[in-house]
C-alpha cells in the first residue's frame, strides 16, 4: 500500500516531497500510528496529582507519583482488543475508531502535547516515502522486543534493501 499510495503521489506532485503531498500520505500516517502503538517510543508517562481525585474508583491523593504505561494502554485499548492486538495491521488507523482524536498518545497530550511532533511526524513520513520509492526492501520481523530507550530488537532486526530498478 505505501508504494501505490507513493506512486499514485509522484503522478501528482512529481518527486517533489512537499506539505501538499505529505498531508495526503494517508497510508504512511497510518503505518507511522500503528508502529508508534505498538513500540511507542517512550513506554511510560509520569506525573503528579494536582489535587486529590477518585481514579478507576480508588482515591489518589494529591502529590501523588502516577506512572502512564503506554506500551501497555496501546496494546490494550478495547478498540482494537478483539481485533489481534499484537498484530500490525495500518488499516485499523483508517477506521472511525482510528481516526478519533487523543486516540493515541505518544507524544502526549493536552498542554504538555510534544512541541516536535507535527515535526518528528513528518520526517517519518518523508523517510517512509524516499525508502518505499526508492528501494525494494524485506525485514525479518520474527523477534523479540525488549525495553532500553525505546523499543529494540534483540536480533538487531535484519534488513535487507536493494536499489529499485
Known amino acids: 500500500m505505501l508504494q501505490q499510495e507513493q506512486a499514485a ?52 491523593p494529591e502529590g501523588t507519583a502516577l506512572l502512564l504505561p503506554l506500551n501497555h494502554l496501546n496494546k490494550h485499548d478495547p478498540r482494537w482488543i478483539a481485533d489481534q492486538p499484537d498484530a500490525f495491521r495500518p488499516e485499523r488507523m483508517l477506521t472511525a475508531e482510528g481516526q478519533k482524536p487523543g486516540c493515541q498518545v505518544s507524544f502526549g497530550h493536552g498542554p504538555r502535547y510534544c512541541i516536535g ?34 523499543q529494540v530488537p534483540k536480533n538487531g532486526l535484519p534488513l535487507t534493501v536493494t536499489t529499485r530498478q
Request: with cysteine; proline share 1%.
Open 117 to 150: 511532533a507535527l515535526m518528528g511526524v513528518a520526517e517519518m513520513k518523508v523517510f517512509l516515502a524516499l525508502l518505499t520509492r526508492g528501494y525494494e526492501w524485506w525485514c525479518d520481523t520474527d523477534t523479540e522486543w525488549e525495553q532500553q530507550m525505546g
Open 9 to 60: 503521489l509522484q503522478t501528482k506532485y512529481g518527486q517533489q516531497i512537499n506539505g501538499s503531498a505529505l498531508r495526503e500520505m494517508t497510508y504512511a500516517d497510518a503505518v507511522i500510528r500503528e508502529t508508534l502503538r505498538l513500540r511507542n517510543v517512550v513506554p511510560q508517562i509520569q506525573r503528579v496529582a494536582a489535587a486529590d481525585l477518585e481514579l478507576g474508583g480508588y482515591h489518589v
